[in-house]
Each structure stands twice: as C-alpha cells, then as structure tokens.
C-alpha cells in the first residue's frame, strides 16, 4: 500500500509539538535528512530518522516512542523540552543508564510536563545529558512525594543491560 498523502515531516513535527510541547520540534525543521518508515498495510508513518539515526517510533495510541539518540538531539535544540525529563539522584545514575526502573525515592527533579504513560528523558545531573529514555508512571507532582515504588520504567539506557 502507498503511503499516506501529506507531507510527512509537517505531521511528525506538529505530533511532537502536541506532546511535548509548543516550539520543540523547530529543532527538526533545520533538519535536512529525515527520513519515515512506513507501514506497508496501512500507509501509516511507522518511525523517524534524522541523517539515518533512529529518532523516534510513533504509536498506535498517539504517542512516541522516543530513542535515546532522539532524546539527545531534543534536550540539546530544545529548552522546552527539558519539561519533558527527570533528573535522578547521583547515586542512581549507574543503574538508570544500564536500563533499570527508576524508582521515586532516586527522584531529584521533574519538569512539569510529565504525565502518567509519557514518554520522558533521564538526565544525568551532573552535565545535562541523556542516560535513558522510559515511560513515567506517575505524575511529575507525586514523584517527589513518594517514597516507594517505580517512578519511571526505563525503555533503553545508554549501556544497556550488562546480565
């Protein structure tokens, strides 16, 4: 099946706007080589590059699957997207980065948009740089508040799992 009829890159950047905030995907629209994966049965776009590194994976339910590369490339052209991430304590920072859950007492900071089931970065606090991307699974206003349980179930870390 042929892909849909629009233009591509308006549609993701105005996606990523819609979830993570108004002017973050200006970064993408400087970007010359994005490239979509689409479905052969529905058209549908299935994921993004940006000069062939794997930035994101949209959802059937409407979100995005964002890679780390993605991240990196969001947190660094983008300070409205900072509102997107967490900051974990130091002493946590070896475990996320390896693709552990991180858990809400390991919770320094959060920025104001995360929500239940959103895709968000963890950032390292030392020097602002990804080290996982997962999904919350609170809201930004309970993470500090509890003491106990998962905060963020990490998708990917930047070392992978080391078993």
Same mark, same amino acid.
């Not at 996606?15 to 970007?31: P, R």
């Not at 529905?42 to 890679?67: E, M, P």
């Not at 990196?72 to 693709?99: D, I, L, M, R, T």
């Given at each position: ?33 994005? *490239? ?9 776009? %299935?994921?993004? !590059? #940006?000069?062939?590194?794997?930035? &994101?994976? @949209? ?55 995360? *929500? ?9 606090? %030392?020097?602002? !740089? #990804?080290?996982?991307?997962?999904? &919350?699974? @609170? ?25």
């Amino acid at each position: 099946m042929n892909p849909l009829p629009l233009n591509a890159q308006e549609k993701v950047c105005r996606h990523i706007d819609a979830i993570f905030g108004a002017g973050v995907s200006d970064a993408l629209s400087n970007s010359v080589e994005m *490239k979509f994966e689409y479905s052969r049965k529905t058209g549908r776009i %299935k994921n993004f !590059s #940006v000069n062939s590194i794997h930035y &994101a994976t @949209l959802r059937t339910d409407g979100g995005l699957a964002l890679s780390v590369e993605g991240a990196k490339f969001f947190v660094k052209n983008s300070e409205a997207f900072k509102q997107n991430c967490v900051v974990p304590v130091e002493e946590a920072v070896p475990f996320v980065s390896e693709g552990r859950s991180l858990f809400c007492r390991h919770v320094m900071w959060c920025g104001s948009n995360v *929500k239940v089931g959103s895709d968000v970065a963890i950032l390292d606090g %030392k020097t602002d !740089s #990804v080290i996982a991307v997962g999904i &919350a699974v @609170l809201d930004a206003g309970l993470m500090n508040k509890f003491s106990k349980g998962v905060a963020v179930k990490i998708r990917e870390g930047i070392k992978g799992r080391t078993n």
